[in-house]
Structures are given as C-alpha cells and as structure tokens.
C-alpha cells in the first residue's frame, strides 16, 4: 500500500508531541508499506535530518515555512472566520507541491495530521484519507478558555474556541475516517458534531527506549515534569504545581526537588531555577531522567488526548499523580500507574503518600507498566493504524 502522510511538523528529532507519533509510526509501517511524506520545516537545520528520514520513506516534500511567516499570515487573517491554527499553516507552495505529489505516485490512502493540515485533503474525494486529530482540539480549546488568566488572553481563547468548534464541524465529515487519542476525545466530538465518523489511536510509548529496569525505588527525594516548556499547557501546568502544590509538599520534605526537564524553556520558567527546583533544558536521555525520579507529575490544567508526560514513567514503572487532563484518556483506574487528583490538596497528597512508603510507589508503579505493556506500544498502535487504512480501502485487516 502507497501510503502519503501530510505532516504539520518535520518529524525529526522525535523527541515529543507530533514528530515522535509520525516518526514512530512511520519505522513501523514502512516494513511493509511505500510512504510519502509532505510536511513543513520551520528551521533549515532540519534539512540535515532529511537522510535519516529517507530510511522509512519513498519520497519527501518540504516546504520551509519560517516562523515570522506564519505570524504575519495570523494578523492578516485577524477577522477570517478560521481558526488562527489553521492560518498559520496555510501555504499555497504545499497546496502546490502536494498536487504534483500527487500526480507523480500512485497514493492509496492520505493520513493526514492534526485539524492543522486537514485544509490540504479535506477535498481530496478521490482518495481514501484519515484525519488523525489526534485529540479533540475543540476539547483543549474549551478548556484553556476555562483557566484563570488575562482579559486578552482569555479573549483570544474564547474566540479560537469558537472558529475551532465551526470549522471542526465543517471539515469531520468529509474524510473517511477520523482519529483520535482516547475515549474522552471521541465522546467530546460525537456530542459536539453529531457523528460517529470517529475511531480511536492512542498515542504511544517505545518500550525499548522506556524500559522498567534499574529504577530504585528507595530514592525519593525527587520528583520529574517532562513536555516542551515553551508550550502554553506545559508552562500553565509548572506554574501553577510550583506556586500552589510544591509549598505543601515542602513542608514535610523540605529537601525534595522538582526537576522541570524540556527543551526551549521560557523565561518564566527559568526564573524558577533554585535549590528546590532545577530547570534543565532539552535533555537526550528522558529515560535516565525519569529512572532518577520517584514521582512524576502532570498538573496540566488544559489539553486533550493521552499526554507522554504520562505514559512515558508509566512505562519504566514509575508513578505519577495527575489531574484529570491527563488521567481521563488513559481508560485506566485511579492507582493503575497514574493516582488522579482533582484540586491542589489531593494532589499534593498523593505525592506525599507515595514518596511515604516504597513499597507503595512500587505497586503502583508496576500496575502502570503493565497497563502500558498492553495498550499503549508503538507496535500495537502502528497495527491499529494500518488495520483502519484497510478498512477504509476495502481490504482486509491483519488477521481477519
């Protein structure tokens, strides 16, 4: 099967977010798939990558789109009835190069990523396509409106939230399936837009890059956020653990750490650095950094989807405490891996349980690790994936 995935981002390095779900899901279907790739690339360092890529895919197309570009694009289209996401990533050269794309190869079935990149295929009736959201991005929105801060800020929220909820509802029908992280999501978007044009595909986690084994669970005198610190959930999420939860974990562990680790730190985040809390910057080896942590923490106050922050410590067998952001997509209980806590006080709580007793991050710990074992694998979720190109090319699925 000839395979095009239209990407927002260069899917290398595949550290986080969108680049690490296309890279790992394109080393496994290109063992038995033709794939093509037409995505964007913001920064020209990026081309050096470009080999490395050409290992899982056929052929190639970049369009570099600079920064500064797709701001100014977002203030002409300040009074557009479209969402500024979708602004921002607007390009004729990709409409342009996907077209000859298009007439050069011989496609079977477009996935393309994220609400984003659906302005390049929604009309592409001709071709078998899935939409991979890959959360409800209406969902994130609508939360991040909720969030305590600035009028204009808030302003801006509302007002995207609203273009978003439109336009998402004029796009999701018109391709042949779409895709998204978890139950949530799909419940969300089924009652907003009245469809059941919607499947699920967790996000996942490399279970050779995130092995359980060599963690000590006697240590605990430090506890781990990972994400981009220049992403707005992820900056919300640090501020508010620090300001509002951290002080009550302190008061009976006066020597813990909080390690906020993450690439391209803000400088409100950097301004946090002090004994008790160290900001690291973009670290290679996240393994390493959670395997010297006893707890990991996900205080994200809005998003959407299943957070690797999350699944990656589940993984290595490490606990983690979480609001509901990132609890409610795992389809798991509360102590399987993940405590859920719903205010500042049951979340500091919950740490201070687990940093308690060894025995009961342990449990805890393992109850995760089985649970990611058994739904949350890239190999599993790469077979999900093909099985839904399958099925909406008419053929039959593995093992049917």
Not at 95 to 111: A, C, E, G, S, T
Not at 163 to 182: A, M, P, T
């Amino acid at each position: 099967m000839n395979i095009l995935f239209i990407a927002n981002r260069f899917p290398y390095p595949p550290y986080r977010g969108d680049k690490l779900k296309i890279f790992n899901l394109a080393q496994r279907l290109s063992r038995k798939h033709d794939l093509y790739l037409i995505t964007f690339i913001q920064n020209k360092n990026d081309y050096q990558h470009v080999e490395i890529l050409n290992k899982y895919f056929k052929h190639i197309s970049l369009i570099y789109l600079p920064k500064y570009l797709s701001i100014i694009k977002c203030i002409f289209g300040m009074f557009s009835s479209k969402p500024f996401q979708v602004i921002y990533f607007r390009s004729k050269k990709l409409k342009r190069k996907l077209q000859k794309l298009l007439d050069d190869y011989r496609i079977d079935v477009i996935h393309t990523q994220h609400l984003r990149m659906s302005q390049y295929s929604y009309d592409l009736n001709n071709y078998k396509r899935i939409l991979d959201l890959p959360d409800a991005y209406s969902l994130y929105w609508e939360r991040r409106s909720r969030v305590k801060r600035n009028f204009l800020t808030k302003l801006f929220d509302k007002i995207e939230f609203s273009r978003i909820i439109k336009y998402e509802k004029k796009i999701i029908n018109e391709f042949d399936l779409n895709l998204v992280c978890s139950e949530e999501d799909k419940n969300f978007l089924k009652k907003y837009h009245n469809t059941d044009n919607i499947e699920i595909l967790p996000n996942g986690v490399d279970l050779t890059q995130f092995q359980a084994s060599g963690h000590d669970y006697s240590d605990n005198n430090r506890i781990i956020f990972t994400g981009n610190m220049d992403y707005a959930p992820n900056v919300d999420a640090v501020l508010y653990f620090v300001e509002n939860i951290f002080p009550l974990i302190l008061k009976k562990y006066p020597q813990l750490v909080f390690y906020i680790v993450g690439q391209k730190p803000v400088k409100k985040i950097l301004k946090l650095n002090c004994r008790n809390v160290i900001v690291t910057g973009f670290v290679k080896d996240l393994a390493m950094e959670y395997n010297k942590s006893a707890v990991a923490v996900s205080p994200i106050r809005f998003g959407a989807g299943t957070l690797n922050k999350v699944l990656e410590p589940m993984s290595m067998g490490i606990p983690v405490v979480s609001t509901e952001v990132g609890f409610k997509g795992l389809g798991v209980e509360s102590g399987e891996g993940v405590i859920l806590a719903t205010n500042e006080v049951q979340f500091s709580e919950a740490i201070i349980k687990l940093l308690d007793t060894e025995e009961y991050r342990k449990v805890v710990g393992q109850k995760g690790k089985v649970s990611i074992e058994n739904k949350f694998s890239w190999d599993k979720i790469s077979q999900m994936l093909e099985n839904y190109f399958m099925k909406i090319s008419g053929e039959k699925t593995s093992g049917s």
